[in-house]
């Protein structure tokens, strides 16, 4: 998700791990998302792979599984429950099936805030977030990344358009909510540095922790805009009852190429057995079926690979 926070280094150190469902999806969020999911069979077990389950670390050969972690509100791709362990959507099936190829069970742990995440990974709690998550440069100096989507950052706005968003450049003088420390935010407060220098009011920047409080302002007429990546602003759209729709699409929006991927930590060897298995469910059709089956088809890559951001 593109949500690239500027400091990392103090602040991930310093951050505590809150478990136990603190990053599911907040109760004010209920009527957002909606509790329907994809229809139909989700993806064909695998075969494990002998020579990828090899190439484990020992230490998840002898727990026998692998610990992923996320932050809850990222659908899509990442649905989480209330019991803070459970998790439907993309990434969801994406990981059973990378659990089966890799003949170990993946289990989830939700966080509150990618922060936290990304300190559990470092400290080694987890062994990585199955994501996506938003590759950036900078990230990838303590972080590396198995990209497995591409991404687009747009508006979600009420529907008509009614403040005609048609690209960033159209924000001045609005009320935005952004996901807080995500790279979005960054380009928001930006804008409206620009918008001052230009003479135009700046823009109100309205940070959230989650994707659903976030759409909530918008729905509830507190923002004119979220400002988000597409796959989950489509998905929020969709179950929006008509009442949003999605603008500035087709634009760059203040970004270059966006990879999106799992996350390990710096030169895990975890790393490259992860790209592995997701190369094989590419080549294998699972992956296509599963970007499919929920609606992220056009954020598909061919080939899965490791810190994108850097060739892109």
Avoid at 122 to 133: C, E, K, L, N
Avoid at 167 to 184: E, F, N, Q, R, W
Avoid at 191 to 205: D, R
Avoid at 207 to 225: E, F, H, M
Wanted: aromatic share 6%.
């Amino acid at each position: 998700m593109p949500d690239h926070p500027r400091i990392l280094g103090a602040a991930l150190l310093a951050g505590a791990l809150l478990l136990a469902g603190c990053g599911a999806n907040p109760e004010e969020a209920e009527g957002v998302l909606d509790s329907q999911q994809p229809t139909g069979a989700s993806a064909a077990a695998q075969v494990k792979d002998q020579a990828l389950y090899d190439r484990l670390p020992d230490k998840v050969k002898q727990a026998g599984k692998l610990i992923s972690v996320n932050n809850g509100s990222f659908p899509p791709y990442e649905i989480a429950g209330a019991d803070g362990r459970s998790l439907t959507g993309a990434s969801a099936d994406m990981s059973e099936a990378i659990g089966q190829v890799l003949g170990v069970k993946i289990e989830h742990v939700t966080v509150d805030g990618l922060p936290s995440s990304l300190t559990g990974i470092a400290s080694g709690r987890y062994d990585f977030a199955i994501g996506p998550v938003g590759d950036f440069a900078d990230r990838q100096k303590a972080n590396d990344f198995v990209d497995w989507v591409k991404e687009y950052v747009v508006f979600a706005v009420p529907k008509g358009n009614p403040d005609k968003i048609g690209s960033v450049a159209d924000t001045c003088g609005l009320k935005i909510s952004v996901m807080a420390g995500g790279s979005a935010e960054a380009v928001i407060k930006k804008q409206s540095e620009t918008c001052a220098k230009e003479g135009k009011p700046k823009i109100g920047v309205q940070s959230y922790k989650d994707q659903p409080t976030s759409v909530l302002a918008v729905s509830s007429g507190r923002a004119d805009a979220f400002f988000s990546s597409q796959a989950p602003l489509t998905y929020f759209v969709s179950q929006a009852g008509g009442k949003l729709e999605l603008a500035g699409k087709g634009q760059a929006n203040g970004f270059d190429d966006l990879y999106q991927g799992a996350v390990v930590a710096k030169d895990s060897p975890l790393r490259d057995v992860l790209r592995d298995a997701f190369q094989k469910l590419m080549d294998n059709g699972t992956y296509d079926q599963v970007m499919a089956r929920w609606g992220t088809s056009d954020n598909a890559l061919d080939q899965a690979g490791v810190n994108l951001a850097t060739a892109s």
